[in-house]
């Protein structure tokens, strides 16, 4: 990582301090999508329904932490990328949990749509701090997965609720482990400053 960013625009700087002073926060997030996926991946045939309830916490959670995140970036480029993908995050989450979440199919569409949002707005999020931070290919192969997985569970809705639990447990594990490589990344940079 390139800690010199004296040189960087205002925005750049401001990304940067933010994912300085926020690195637990992706370490946090890529615990949970971590321990989110070891749970898909281990029990898919009996965990689909408690898989919609414990994912529509996830979203609570991963959403409430981008939304503070983002508004703790004054002036951060991308900031309100993260911000309405944190407030979508909050919104299926709510809907999930409280809503008729009855069929694997919606299922399906919900974490389709929250996949597509997150790759978007995590790849934003690489563009605006690639001038200040190596690695950030981490980052957009995120995006480019998630939105990729997403189209994949939009096109092919009804491939039954055993793949999708083992798709969004492979999913979560992968988000997971890059985010959590990237947070030591940056933990690494605010050791060196």
Known sequence: MNANVENQSPLLRNALEFAKANWWMFLLGGILYILFGILALARPAS?????????????????IFSAVRALGAKGAEGRW???????????????????????VLLFVYVVAFQAILFGVSIFMFGVSIRKAVSGEWMLYLTGVLSVLFGLLLLWAPGIGGLSVSLMVGAWALVIGILRVVFAFRVRSLVRNT
């Open 47 to 63: 965990a689909l329904l408690a898989l919609a309830v414990v994912f529509a916490c996830f979203l609570l959670v991963d959403g």
């Open 81 to 103: 990328w993260v911000f309405f993908a944190g407030l979508v995050s909050i919104l299926i989450g709510l809907y999930a949990l409280f809503g008729p979440v009855n069929t």
